[in-house]
């Protein structure tokens, strides 16, 4: 018995569209957007999403605890507020960007890592074990914001040239 477009909400006999490469540069093969959105890691799933919602929820809450928890007032606390409020509102712009599944999400993930390691060099002097171990988190999610095949496929609509979604080998993982 045929399977039907019933069945499965897809015609029985569609072929998946072909793969266009727009260029290749260096190592990269640079996608068009419906060959992208057709490779299996296109989209801001797993380790994406887990960086999306630290962006947006996890990341704003730790700020906003650490600020209350300060001890400061006056001028030094709405210093200190004004400055968080800036980062927070960045970080809410980096996952918009990722959740847009923009080209600049990389650069500005890049800017506001950045901002957080040189926060990070200053608290060293304050609370170092607590400096280091954000500095540590900071470095591994920018590694992989750089080496994700997902962020890269997502983002910028590129892969390596020997990603077996080029070759048709498309279960790639």
């Given at each position: 018995m045929a399977v039907t477009e019933s069945e499965t909400g897809k015609p029985a006999d569609?072929?998946?569209?072909?793969?266009?490469?727009?260029?290749?540069?260096?190592?990269?093969?640079?996608?068009?957007?419906?060959?992208?959105?057709?490779?299996?890691?296109?989209?801001?799933?797993?380790?994406a999403a887990l960086l999306g919602v630290s962006l947006a929820f996890i990341g704003p809450a730790?700020?906003?605890?650490?600020?209350?928890?300060?001890?400061?007032?006056?001028?030094?606390?709405?210093?200190?507020?004004?400055?968080?409020?800036?980062?927070?509102?960045?970080?809410?712009?980096?996952?918009?960007?990722?959740?847009?599944?923009?080209?600049?999400?990389?650069?500005?993930?890049?800017?506001?890592?950045?901002?957080?390691?040189?926060?990070?060099?200053?608290?060293?002097?304050?609370?170092?074990?607590?400096?280091?171990?954000?500095?540590?988190?900071?470095?591994?999610?920018?590694?992989?914001?750089?080496?994700?095949?997902?962020?890269?496929?997502?983002?910028?609509?590129?892969?390596?040239?020997?990603?077996?979604?080029?070759?048709?080998?498309?279960?790639?993982?």
């Amino acid at each position: 018995m045929a399977v039907t477009e019933s069945e499965t909400g897809k015609p029985a006999d569609r072929k998946p569209p072909p793969i266009v490469v727009l260029r290749r540069e260096g190592s990269w093969a640079y996608l068009d957007e419906p060959s992208a959105r057709s490779h299996p890691l296109y989209g801001v799933e797993g380790w994406a999403a887990l960086l999306g919602v630290s962006l947006a929820f996890i990341g704003p809450a730790i700020a906003i605890l650490q600020l209350l928890q300060n001890r400061a007032t006056g001028l030094e606390f709405a210093i200190e507020a004004a400055l968080t409020a800036l980062v927070i509102g960045y970080a809410l712009f980096v996952a918009y960007l990722l959740w847009a599944q923009s080209a600049g999400f990389r650069l500005h993930y890049t800017i506001l890592a950045g901002i957080g390691l040189a926060f990070g060099l200053i608290a060293l002097v304050i609370e170092p074990v607590s400096a280091l171990r954000e500095m540590a988190v900071a470095v591994v999610w920018l590694a992989y914001v750089y080496l994700s095949r997902r962020i890269n496929v997502t983002t910028l609509k590129r892969v390596r040239l020997g990603d077996p979604y080029l070759t048709g080998a498309a279960g790639a993982g």
